[in-house]
């Protein structure tokens, strides 16, 4: 199965996830599936034992948008400018790669339009929800 994995970070200095994110990528691979990650940290195109790696993604600050003051207005309205531009990369990637299911590990940072993209695609999306928890 070629699988398409989005992550906002993959790289083991980067957090505990994103070492939890390369170990499921690799354990894939090492189960025979074809694996790609779309992801921000490193930048770049390379191949990680076994796993294809591209950076071309952007994690934007977190904010709270809770009691947004005028500041956070135009921090959104640019983030939203990085929103658009991650949902374009991954479904470049998506293109190219032509996966048969999108896992997300993690992408609050990046931004609702990578979801929905490639859910305007067709393909299976497996997202999982433990971000902030």
Same mark, same amino acid.
């Given at each position: 199965?070629?699988?398409?994995?989005?992550?906002?970070?993959?790289?083991?200095?980067?957090?505990?996830?994103?070492?939890?994110?390369?170990?499921?990528?690799?354990?894939?691979? &090492? $189960?025979?599936? *074809?694996?790609?990650? #779309?992801?921000?940290?490193?930048?770049? /195109?390379?191949?990680?034992?076994? =796993?294809?790696?591209?950076?071309?993604?952007?994690?934007?600050?977190?904010?709270?948008?809770?009691?947004?003051?005028?500041?956070?207005?135009?921090?959104?309205?640019?983030? &939203? $400018?990085?929103? *658009?531009?991650?949902? #374009?990369?991954?479904?470049?990637?998506? /293109?190219?790669?032509?996966?048969? =299911?999108?896992?997300?590990?993690?992408?609050?940072?990046?931004?609702?339009?990578?979801?929905?993209?490639?859910?305007?695609?067709?393909?299976?999306?497996?997202?999982?929800?433990?971000?902030?928890?």
């Amino acid at each position: 199965m070629r699988i398409l994995m989005i992550s906002q970070h993959y790289e083991a200095r980067a957090s505990g996830y994103a070492l939890q994110c390369m170990d499921a990528a690799c354990g894939l691979v &090492e $189960r025979g599936h *074809r694996v790609c990650v #779309a992801t921000s940290l490193p930048r770049g /195109r390379r191949v990680d034992r076994g =796993v294809e790696v591209r950076g071309v993604l952007r994690c934007r600050e977190v904010v709270e948008y809770q009691t947004p003051s005028l500041c956070h207005v135009v921090r959104y309205l640019r983030d &939203e $400018r990085v929103f *658009r531009k991650n949902g #374009a990369a991954v479904a470049a990637v998506a /293109r190219a790669f032509v996966p048969d =299911v999108v896992f997300f590990w993690q992408f609050w940072e990046l931004g609702p339009q990578v979801v929905q993209r490639l859910a305007a695609r067709g393909l299976p999306l497996v997202l999982n929800v433990g971000d902030i928890f």
